[in-house]
């Protein structure tokens, strides 16, 4: 897979989750149920017969342990995970943009046998050999190797 059709799978995730505004809030928001977070939990979850979808985040030690959907716990990061969450909906599409943007601009433009980079040249104004060194940048960054 190269970093278009990566960026193209991560795009495609995005859309299909709920448009949004997503936003971070705090819950119980009533102090009076502070002292009872559990009790709160189960009367706020409804089973409606479908299965409740999570995302899990790893640990950062053997002590903690996260789950983050969007109910990201009482603990030291709980905050800083929902605000990581609510703003990815609107963060993941901008950023593929970006970067489909970038590899747009730096596409191969075959001459002869070799491919160079439409955008970039040395020092003497010569094209540089297709991938550039931006392309293989963002492939690097995404996991890809370039081809």
């Keep these: ?74 603990g030291p990061t709980s905050r800083a995970n929902a605000e990581f969450i609510a703003h990815a909906r609107a963060d993941v599409p901008a950023l593929v943009s970006a970067l489909l943007s970038v590899l747009d601009l730096h596409r191969p433009n075959p001459l002869g046998s070799l491919a160079t980079c439409e955008r970039c040249r040395d020092l003497r104004g010569s094209q540089i050999e297709y991938p550039c060194p931006t392309v293989r940048a963002v492939e690097a960054a995404l996991g890809e190797v370039s081809s």
């Design 1 to 74: 897979m190269n970093a278009a059709d990566r960026l193209a799978a991560i795009r495609a995730r995005a859309d299909k989750a709920l448009d949004g505004p997503w936003e971070r809030r705090v819950a119980p928001d009533d102090p009076a149920t502070m002292a009872d977070k559990s009790a709160w939990v189960d009367g706020t979850l409804r089973d409606n017969g479908e299965p409740i979808h999570l995302a899990i985040a790893a640990p950062p030690n053997d002590e903690l342990a996260y789950v983050v959907p969007f109910l990201t716990g009482d």
